[in-house]
């Protein structure tokens, strides 16, 4: 019976380092990071960098950076792959030596020319086995040519498995040729390099994007010819663009950090992703907690599921209401510094902006340009002349400089602001908005804005009377 590598649960993320951490690689990381999460299990971090040409440093920070934002914390890693040669050096030269694996000398241009004759006689292109040790008895090898190494794949029967998230696949071993496992130049690939790092680290649940489902078989037969039970497979479908194609950079295919960098809270990210294709009953907004209480691998949709922009935005500003109001300014500070403004002992808090703004912004950006009016005084350009000179005409004009008369005695109190404009706005026959929109307009430069007695409250006695100037001197420009 082949060795077992079960032991308690274990999952791997294994990202290539050539390029940043997309939305799947990203949920794909989230499923397998809290399955081992609910199953009190262990999670790992392996960096498949065995393509040199392609793999960068930038790209491995991208994705530990990304990790990290979202609080995907690994338990054991991150390992590399380009570390751990010597190794699958050991394992290729065991397996050629029990007749698992073999040289084949076969060029590249041998190989073109099998799968052009195969091809005009209407076969399936694969390699012909031509230099399995059997085939070149009394042959000498040609020179100069490197040899590849190839793994002795079976041919007879079927590789099955019972996929967590497809259910029974079965594909015949008469379908699958003898895979390259080493290059000419000695470096493994990535097939091979993934199946000696999944028995080394005991990985029992391999959670990954259904575009590797054709690899999985060819992996099943490594692991049974080196004596090892396959982990168990959860082939996760693709996440599809909101018009139904292939994600793309348009919709959604970009770098995790983008997301970090445009305000949106890693709780969201990680409520929105799970949501893309799987479910626990009509739960829509959770926290990571309760995601790692529910999750399971049954609750997978086998169906593609599709990138929503809205949802994201909606989903956001769902969790930027649940955090404290005290967290949630700490993390708007520094979106408030890239709009040039800092909270201070003489200027609106943070915590005053997220009281003001959390039911208006969808974003962390969203809501620091919203209250930027509240640190920097609204530009006298024309576009605010002309607002002004809408908002103030001669029927509110004097009830507008009463109230500018009037604020320096009053109790600062948002109650007494309101009391304020109401008994003005109806002891000159006006409707209260009459007189509101034009101190929003004045203050803030925008008709658009939260409570004008909250904007005033958190702007300041002085300050509000330093805007509302205009008001005394009548110089509306």
């Known amino acids: 019976m082949p ?3 079960l032991s308690s649960d274990r999952t791997r993320f294994a990202p290539s380092p050539t390029g940043y951490l997309h939305l799947g690689g990203a949920r794909t990381a989230l499923f397998s990071w809290a399955y081992a999460r609910h199953h009190q299990g262990t999670f790992v971090l392996r960096i498949e960098d065995t393509d040199r040409e392609r793999s960068t440093d930038a790209a491995t920070q991208a994705i530990l950076d990304s990790m990290a934002w ?3 914390t690994y338990d054991e890693g991150p390992f ?10 050991e394992v290729l030269d065991d397996m050629i030596a029990r007749g ?21 006689r209407g076969e399936k292109p694969r390699y012909d086995g031509r230099c399995r040790p059997g085939n070149t008895v009394g042959k000498m090898p040609p020179p100069g040519v490197k040899p590849v190494i190839r793994f002795r794949n079976p041919d007879d029967g079927s590789v099955v498995w019972e996929d967590r998230v497809k259910g029974r696949v079965e594909v015949a071993n008469s379908e699958l040729d003898d895979l390259v496992i080493a290059r000419s130049d000695g470096t493994p690939t990535y097939n091979f390099c993934v199946v000696v790092d999944d028995i080394d680290m005991k990985i029992t649940h391999v959670i990954r994007g259904d575009d590797h489902v054709n690899n999985t078989p060819r992996q099943i037969n490594i692991f049974r010819a080196l004596g090892y039970e396959p982990p168990v497979f959860a082939h996760v479908p693709t996440v599809l663009g909101e018009d139904g194609q292939k994600l793309s950079k348009r919709h959604g295919a970009v770098g995790v950090m ?33 995601l790692c209480d529910w999750f399971e691998l049954d609750a997978i949709s086998p169906a593609p599921s599709r990138f929503n922009t809205d949802k994201l935005r909606w989903l956001n500003q769902e969790h930027m209401k649940l955090l404290p109001a005290d967290e949630l300014g700490r993390r708007l500070i520094p979106f ?9 002992a003489s200027s609106p808090s943070s915590t005053d902006v997220v009281t003001l703004f959390r039911e208006r912004a969808t974003t962390l950006v969203e809501m620091a340009r919203a209250a930027r009016f509240l640190y920097v005084a609204p530009e006298r350009d024309t576009a605010y002349q002309e607002l002004i000179a809408q ?3 001669d029927n509110n004009r004097a009830a507008l400089a009463e109230i500018y008369d009037e604020i320096s005695a009053i109790e600062w109190t948002r109650d007494a602001i309101q009391s304020l404009l109401k008994v003005a706005a109806k002891r000159h026959g006006l ?8 101190i929003r307009a004045l203050v803030a430069g925008t008709l658009h804005t939260p409570s004008i007695d909250a904007i005033l409250y958190v702007l300041g006695r002085d300050e509000t009377l330093t805007r509302l100037r205009v008001l005394k001197t009548g110089n509306e420009g």
């Open 3 to 5: 060795e077992s590598i």
């Open 391 to 393: 908002q103030i005409q």
């Open 100 to 120: 698992l694996a073999y040289y084949c000398y076969m060029t590249p241009e041998e190989l073109d020319q099998l799968r052009e004759a195969q091809m005009a």
């Open 336 to 344: 408030l510094e890239k709009e040039g403004v800092m909270p201070g």
């Open 258 to 290: 983008e997301y970090a960098n445009a305000g949106y809270l890693p709780e969201a990210m990680i409520n929105f992703l799970a949501r893309l294709g799987w479910a626990h009953g009509n739960d829509e907004v959770f926290s990571t907690q309760m």
């Open 80 to 89: 590399y792959q380009s570390a751990r040669m010597p190794r699958y050096r």
């Open 70 to 72: 979202l609080g995907l």
């Open 431 to 438: 409707k209260p908005p009459q007189v509101m929109m034009p």
